[in-house]
């Protein structure tokens, strides 16, 4: 998205990066929060597919945690992929986008997602027919957007992440 901002002579300059609520680098709580939710869509079906995969074929719990994180950030770059790509831009480019705007914000999902995971007594070997296994799993995403909310917020108000993103919807 093209924004215009005026100069101290009154003239328009061309600023590419997000709506400010205000002065240059606030950044709505709204804002962060729409960019966490868009991440958390990816991270969470690459996860829970990857899980399913994994506990469906008997795989040990390092395996399904390797196919659900590399599934999650699959995911999470395929959407902002898919979005930069629908505004006309070539697939090389897109996809530097997709990486600058999503790295961070998949990297520190991932982290909190899979952290509560590890470390909550027996969640590790749920099955999927288990309350246990849903349950830690929703818990751990909300947690994860919780703590990724705040770190997606600092990176658009900086003009990183999903800021880069805007300039290409229409």
Not at 66 to 84: D, K, Q
Not at 104 to 127: F, H, K, R, T, Y
Not at 161 to 169: E, N, P
């Amino acid at each position: 998205m093209r924004h215009e901002a005026h100069t101290q002579h009154g003239q328009h300059s061309p600023h590419h990066g997000p709506h400010h609520d205000g002065a240059p680098g606030a950044v709505s709580w709204s804002m962060a929060a729409r960019a966490t939710l868009h991440c958390l869509t990816g991270c969470a079906i690459g996860e829970i597919l990857g899980m399913v995969i994994g506990t469906a074929l008997g795989w040990g719990n390092i395996p399904t945690t390797v196919m659900a994180i590399a599934l999650a950030f699959a995911f999470g770059y395929s959407l902002t992929l898919r979005s930069i790509l629908r505004a006309g831009i070539g697939f090389k480019a897109a996809f530097r986008v997709a990486l600058a705007a999503d790295t961070l914000s998949i990297a520190v999902m991932e982290l909190i997602d899979n952290g509560v995971i590890a470390v909550w007594p027996s969640a590790m070997n749920a099955q999927l027919a288990d309350v246990l296994f849903w349950a830690s799993l929703a818990l751990s995403l909300a947690l994860a957007f919780t703590v990724t909310t705040p770190v997606n917020k600092w990176m658009i108000g900086r003009g990183k992440g999903h800021a880069v993103v805007h300039q290409y919807h229409h």
